[in-house]
């Protein structure tokens, strides 16, 4: 007896305005546009470590080092999307879909040190500055802001709400802040011999590395952790799902991301006892894909008299549990003015 119920809604275009970007054409398109923003960066960079190290300025080989971590984050964002277009198989139900979450983790971590290491030459060459030629700075700085310019359009046009993608575009629009910090610099430097502008662009360089880098670990660190989406309150969600007839009662609420744009949620829905288990479920998984854009929902639709006379001392029910939670994680949602 009893409507015992799971069900599965799968949406697999995706939401937030990306649903053509899943598969197929607009997925080889992404990789191309990375990859052609992955060769202006990398030729440019190779130049760039040249001509900081012939005029001594660090500001120069910060932006190339942070260049590296351009190229490695894009370089990460392919490795990612080709993972994450792999199926599900074995061990891994959900495929490698979190290797771009991986990846944007990793991009996070590595702005962070080299913030580090990039601020402790910046402050030591405040205190005793090497001599910085002014031109070849400016000029190289000048060019790399065209170079960034130009990756940043790349990358702009591929599909931002992925996180990995989102990563490598951050790091990006960061050099490019940072070029411009650089060729000002170098203008200071040409013009008014006031060699400590290269290091305090450095420091520039730094402010918005720790920025960009503390974004990403956080947002990733959110996913891995097991956080519901930003912008999705489940308490709000549990309260919600509880006001439609004829739900009585919501608990075991978990809502957490697959990866960036993919949510799933699952729960314990208890139900009148005439209720229908079935429409309930089908009402509420629509509820969930429209209002909330969790298209991937499992939910145990269960009689709310049934689960309640099955839960008694342990043993009584003959070590049988009939869908009901021994101990719910989180609150429970009620109908009724008290929901929780």
């Known amino acids: 007896m009893g409507a015992h119920d799971h069900g599965h809604g799968h949406d697999h275009g995706g939401h937030g305005g990306h649903a053509g970007h899943a598969h197929g054409v ?32 660090l500001a120069l080989i910060s932006d190339a080092a942070h260049m590296l971590t351009d190229a490695v984050s894009i370089v990460l964002a ?12 074995g061990g891994f139900t959900y495929g490698l879909k979190r290797a771009e979450i991986l990846s944007a983790q990793a991009n996070g971590l590595t702005l962070l040190l080299l913030a580090v290491w990039l601020a402790y030459e910046a402050v030591r060459r405040l205190i005793e500055p090497p001599e910085v030629a002014g031109g070849p700075v400016l000029v190289t700085a000048l060019a790399g802001i065209v170079v960034n310019v130009a990756a940043a359009w790349c990358i702009s046009r591929a599909n931002r709400s992925s996180l990995a993608v989102e990563g490598a575009y951050q790091h990006i629009l960061n050099d490019l802040f940072a070029f411009i910090g650089t060729a000002v610099s170098g203008l200071i430097v040409l013009t008014t011999g006031f060699v400590q502008a290269d290091a305090i662009a450095t420091l520039v360089v730094v402010a918005l590395m720790v920025k960009a880098g503390y974004g990403l670990v956080r947002d990733s660190g959110r ?12 308490d709000a969600v549990g309260d919600r799902l509880v006001a439609l007839d004829p739900v009585t009662e919501v608990h075991d609420l978990h809502i957490w991301t697959i990866t960036s744009g993919e949510a799933a949620l699952s729960a314990h829905v208890l139900v009148e006892p005439g209720g229908d288990c079935h429409a309930v479920r089908r009402d509420l998984e629509r509820l969930l894909a429209t209002e909330y854009g969790i298209g991937h929902t499992t939910l145990q639709v269960d009689h709310a008299q049934e689960a309640l006379l099955s839960v008694g001392r342990p043993g009584e029910t003959g070590g049988r549990d009939d869908g009901h939670c021994a101990s719910p994680h989180g609150p429970v949602h009620r109908e009724g003015p008290h929901h929780h």
């Not at 992955?38 to 760039?48: D, H, K, N, Q, T």
């Not at 392919?78 to 198989?89: H, K």
């Open 78 to 89: 392919l490795v990612a999307m080709r993972l994450a277009a792999r199926p599900a198989r």
């Open 26 to 57: 607009s997925a080889d398109a992404d990789r191309r546009w990375l990859a052609i923003a992955l060769g202006l960066i990398g030729s440019f960079m190779a130049v760039e470590v040249v001509v900081g190290i012939l005029a001594r300025s």
């Open 223 to 234: 996913i891995f952790l097991e956080a519901a989406p930003a912008h999705v309150d489940p």
